[in-house]
């Protein structure tokens, strides 16, 4: 239990930093913006209870958008993104038949279980991100792009950052 | 009442997501209507400490850009030394000139967190009220012109920059002082802005520049960058057309901030005058 607060705390800090630091400065062709850092939400174990879920994505974003002066933007998305991850979760997995507190990791659920898992999160999150942040229908062409591309390039860190931690051992 | 309480228990998932969302869209949509002030932005100690040293190692991969941007400097300000001119009247003698009183104040400042890719764009400097910035205040670099100061705290400031979807500024062509607004391009190029509301009568030609007008908050002639294209759409009554811009947002590290003594004066006289009305 107390091992599993630490791999998220860890996380949460490295996800936080990289995003902040490195990805903030990352631009393909001032298109396409990757939000990595909502892989920490997707990652959280599967037996969080719901309110923690939620306290817990809605802080993620606020500390987000403290280092990109836009409060409540991200809080917002993350929320979306926490309740979309509950229904997600309820449709696909069972929660019978795990032994000790297992996470949505690539290792644990397979490749392709967890791309269509971070996808659909990340489709839904980025959506939300943007819309909210041009709020107007008349640039939807250009928020579209910078949708699609953006998430895109999330997705593909996601699975890059899945691999790279990948333990064969816990592969069923 | 009991079958209530289960219906919640049964759907917390969604009871708890319309309260988060809720609570989040309040912060978000309250900043943005009134501008608040606000703990949640890099004005803050702890982001804005985060910032500032992250900044320090920034800089120092960009020192020789600054060392050639500061030896320009120097030189342009040495051109305008009284020592440079070569005098050709012989007699000299020093007048005590009370008629020049100073309008501007410049105050310099290091960015210390900057965007150019978002729909609205905002830098950060490592200066705040203690150096005397308010909000509303101008802010220019040595090519031209930055953005305005939104938020002030001790140490920081978050400037709205030229790249933001509220920004305008009024502008002017330099060979026939015709006004116009100038805002960023709907292309999203941190390049190329965009100057409207030009009257039909003057006739801009390729390459011109294009100076900040006396009803900016900045002083009259600051450089903002050149006309790039005259064939914009949306015409009607009125001139349009693209500016490429003098700065590089991505890359600026020094900006000043600019303090017009007299705004607070004009601004006070003119609120009058509304009153009146």
Redesign the interface.
């Known amino acids: 239990m107390s091992r599993t607060i630490l791999i998220n705390l860890i996380r949460f800090v490295v996800l936080v930093l990289v995003q902040v630091f490195l990805l903030k400065n990352i631009t393909l062709y001032d298109l396409s913006i990757p939000y990595l850092y909502i892989l920490f939400i997707l990652l959280l174990p599967f037996e969080i209870p719901n309110f923690l879920l939620f306290a817990l994505a809605f802080l993620t974003g606020l500390v987000i958008d403290a280092f990109y002066d836009t409060p409540g933007l991200h809080a917002s998305a993350c929320v979306l993104l926490a309740f979309v991850r509950i229904l997600f979760i309820s449709i696909t997995v069972q929660k019978e038949g795990f032994d000790n507190d297992p996470e949505p990791t690539l290792s644990v659920m397979g490749f392709r279980w967890f791309f269509t898992y971070a996808s659909i999160l990340t489709l839904f999150h980025h959506f939300f991100l943007f819309n909210l942040e041009v709020f107007s229908l008349s640039e939807i062409q250009y928020t579209f792009t910078r949708f699609v591309l953006s998430s895109i390039f999330t997705v593909f860190l996601m699975v890059v950052t899945g691999l790279l931690f990948f333990r064969r051992k816990e592969r069923k | 009442m009991r079958n209530l309480l289960i219906f919640i228990t049964k759907y917390?998932?969604?009871f708890?997501?319309l309260?988060?969302?809720i609570?989040?869209?309040?912060?978000?949509?309250?900043?943005n209507a009134f501008q608040k002030a606000?703990i949640?932005?890099?004005t803050?100690n702890?982001?804005g400490n985060?910032?500032a040293r992250?900044n320090e190692l920034e800089r120092y991969l960009s020192l020789q850009d600054e060392n050639d941007k500061l030896a320009r400097d120097n030189a342009r300000m040495r051109n305008l030394l009284k020592s440079s001119y070569y005098t050709d009247t012989v007699a000299k003698r020093r007048v005590n000139d009370t008629v020049y009183k100073q309008q501007y104040e410049y105050i310099p400042a290091r960015v210390i967190n900057n965007?150019?890719?978002?729909?609205?764009n905002?830098l950060?400097i490592n200066v705040g009220t203690d150096a005397g910035i308010a909000r509303g205040m101008g802010v220019i670099c040595d090519q031209g012109i930055v953005g305005i100061v939104r938020e002030v705290s001790p140490h920081f400031s978050?400037i709205q920059s030229l790249l933001h979807k509220d920004t305008r500024f009024s502008a002017m062509l330099v060979s026939t002082k015709a006004r116009g607004t100038l805002k960023w391009d709907?292309g999203?190029?941190?390049q190329i802005a965009q100057l409207s509301e030009v009257t039909n009568n003057v006739q801009p030609h390729l390459g011109e520049q294009v100076v900040t007008s006396e009803l900016s908050l900045f002083p009259a002639g600051v450089p903002i960058g050149r006309v790039s294209n005259l064939h914009t759409k949306n015409g009607g009554f009125f001139l349009n057309m693209e500016v490429r811009l003098a700065v590089n947002f991505a890359t600026l590290q020094y900006v000043y901030v600019v303090n017009n003594r007299f705004g607070q004066e004009q601004a006070g006289l003119e609120a009058l005058q509304k009153k009146d009305e």
């Open positions: 917390n998932a969604f708890l997501f309260i988060f969302e609570g989040a869209l309040v912060i978000y949509g309250k900043y606000s949640i932005n890099s803050n702890v982001t985060f910032y992250y965007s150019v890719n978002r729909r609205n905002y950060t978050v709907d999203f190029d941190p």
